[in-house]
């Protein structure tokens, strides 16, 4: 893997924020808050547009936040937060910050997370049933995110730290082009 700029930037901010939390004691509050922005971000396009508009100032950014703190009850370590990236101009690291407090938040609690892509949605007693047979192959507790991807044509790929199972058709459809090379 390789590491930018911007992944030691992020690792800082998400230092910080978790130190703060920590201190604080309000580690879940923190981690739901990001949770609802980072959702919030995902399903509204606008939000996401306006959030990551080098356009807009960091001052209509924070107006911005602001209102959507209010609305969406968040503590005040996550508003200031929020402020303190739209103040240096970081809120494009937004996602990956997210990313990175969630993986270490999980890490720290000994929870494993676990990708199973597929490229269809799949039924909620499916759903029970895969995460029941990962967690029971998992020493450790497990976190199974499920994921949409058409792109893998059918099949399944399942990512566990930095092991990543792929039976997708389109990894075999590659390997073929690929020999054919």
Known sequence: MIITGSDEVV??????LQNLAFEEKKENKIKKD??????????NKEFKKIIFSPIVSPKKHQEILKLVSKSLKMDQITENFLFL????????????IIE?????SSK??????????LPNAISKKDIKSIEN????????KAKVNF???????????VKLGSTMMDFSMK??????VNSLR
Request: charge should be positive; hydrophobic fraction near 45%.
């Open 147 to 157: 994921i949409i991807d058409k792109n893998i044509i059918s099949g399944f790929i």
């Open 34 to 43: 990001l949770s609802l922005v980072d959702e919030l971000v995902k399903k």
């Open 133 to 140: 047979k990962l967690r029971s192959d998992v020493k450790n």
């Open 11 to 16: 690792k800082r901010y998400v230092k910080a």
């Open 100 to 104: 990175f407090y969630n993986d270490i």
């Open 171 to 176: 990894s075999k459809l590659d390997k073929i």
């Open 85 to 96: 990236l739209a103040f240096n101009k970081r809120l494009l690291l937004l996602e990956k």
């Open 108 to 117: 720290s609690k000994n929870i494993i997370k676990i990708d199973v892509i």
